[in-house]
């Protein structure tokens, strides 16, 4: 399990680099939330907006938003699918985005069209995502985004 | 056409489908306490400061002043935790702001609490950009919520005293800030009205967990768009602002539009849809990064 001080990411999980969504591959569907680096950076959520059952979203395309102490701003797909799924809990509790991120924090999931063509951006693999954690913990720090040091 | 100014400082990461931040880290706060406050009023108990960068000493805060400069912030806030008297002790950090300022080129504001004289023109040799107060208007309030040994009185004579000085202040005001209810705030707003203010925010009490009024309800809209209206009402040529802290979600879609309804001059952080309810409204929109106290006005040409 890669880990920063308080912050682990599991090594099953595939992470976007950028948003810090993860996916969870669950047969053909992807079960996300946000990692525990995201919700560090975004602070206590507050409000949470997910599209509906049914709907189809884009990788790279907005599914809900979020509104939290430091972060007001949409939550990107990290695969392409269907919305078969969304967790009426977190909607109800955003909080739980930052005390069970792993657990009962998690948005979505996604009846997943092409997984395994969506992957090949999302960082895996023990090495890969320690490695990818380390700079993005640096380069936070360095710009202030992280308010504790 | 009239203008309304949108702000999106880098106090947080912000993106919605009408508008986002090209920086980020363009505005950052920072707490000259870390995370300690000897009052802990009870609508924030010190959690606020705990999104801010700890800088407790002047060295350190130049240090972190340089990094964040590097990486391309524009702006700083310096605010901490006060002290008994309900004033930020700043005075051993006057030196290292006026180096922040002159040296870093940093836009320096600064959260003071009550202002004496003597921290007045210690502010104006810092050079500062502008100071930021919470004016209080109820005695009740200033006791029962920041457990604090002052009356508005002292409210005044910090507004007296940053005038004094000519350093630029920008008064706020927390609607609903005694237990969700609005009992002060027309006072607040007549005690603003007797100084040379050229702008006003005014924020909405926001429950903050592991506070004493995490279960506290805001203020309800229709409270809120009175209030609003008497602010407007009261200070016409003043700019008034919907700033950072308030409630979330659908309230805040809500008190959005209402800020619009009453004709005040900007909002920080819109809700999604905000801005195109202000361009359905005739209105201009004006994109800033800046901290919405001191950016330029929508009531000028400055812009």
Redesign the interface.
């Known amino acids: 399990m890669a880990k920063h001080e308080e912050i682990f990411l599991p090594d099953d999980l595939y992470y976007d680099r950028k948003d810090h969504l993860w996916a969870k591959l669950e047969g053909g569907k992807v079960r996300v939330g946000l990692d525990m680096f995201g919700q560090k ?4 959520a ?2 949470i907006k997910i599209l509906p059952v049914g709907k189809t979203v884009q990788k790279t395309r907005a599914f809900g ?1 979020l ?1 939290a ?6 939550l990107k797909a990290p695969v392409t699918g269907k919305i078969v799924e969304i967790n009426n809990e977190v909607i109800a509790n955003p ?1 739980l985005v930052n005390t069970d991120p792993y657990g009962k924090g998690w948005f979505v999931i996604i009846e997943s069209a092409n997984f395994d063509n969506d992957i090949h951006d999302l960082v895996h693999g023990a090495e890969n995502i320690q490695a990818w954690l380390d700079a993005e913990y640096k380069d936070y720090m ?4 992280f ?3 | 056409m009239r203008k309304i100014n949108f702000y999106a400082p880098g106090l947080k990461r912000y993106e919605t489908s009408e508008l986002s931040q090209k920086n980020a880290h363009s505005f950052m706060p920072v707490s000259i306490t870390g995370s300690d406050c000897t009052l802990n009023c009870d609508h924030c108990n010190g959690e606020l400061l705990k999104f801010m960068r700890p800088a407790k000493t002047p060295e350190r805060l130049l240090q972190i002043c340089q990094t964040l400069a590097k990486n391309g912030t524009k702006g700083i806030l310096i605010s901490g935790g006060c002290d008994s008297a309900g004033r930020v002790p700043l005075r051993e950090f006057f030196d290292s702001m006026r180096m922040v300022k002159q040296t870093l080129g940093l836009n320096v504001i600064v959260h003071t609490g009550l202002v004496d004289r003597e921290m007045a023109k210690g502010l104006k040799h810092a050079d500062i950009d502008g100071a930021l107060i919470d004016i209080i208007g109820s005695d009740r309030t200033i006791k029962d919520v920041y457990h604090l040994d002052a009356t508005t009185l002292d409210y005044e004579q910090s507004l007296a005293n940053l005038n004094a000085c000519e350093i630029p202040v920008v008064p706020h005001i927390v609607i609903g800030l005694h237990y969700g209810k609005i009992i002060g705030e027309e006072n607040a707003l007549a005690i603003i009205s007797r100084f040379k203010i050229k702008t006003l925010v005014l924020v909405i009490l926001t429950p903050l967990l592991n506070t004493k009024m995490e279960n506290v309800i805001p203020p309800p809209p229709e409270e809120v768009k009175d209030f609003f209206r008497k602010a407007r009402n009261m200070l016409p040529d003043v700019q008034i602002i919907l700033g950072c802290a308030r409630p979330m979600g659908e309230y805040k879609e809500q008190v959005d539009k209402l800020a619009i309804d009453t004709a005040l001059n900007g909002i920080a952080f819109p809700a999604e849809g905000i801005v195109s309810y202000a361009r359905d409204n005739g209105l201009k929109p004006i994109f800033m990064e800046s901290c919405c106290g001191f950016a330029p006005s929508a009531m000028s040409n400055e812009q």
């Open positions: 950076a975004a602070g206590t507050a409000y938003s509104e102490g430091k972060y007001i701003g949409p909080r360095e710009k202030g985004l308010a504790e040091e």
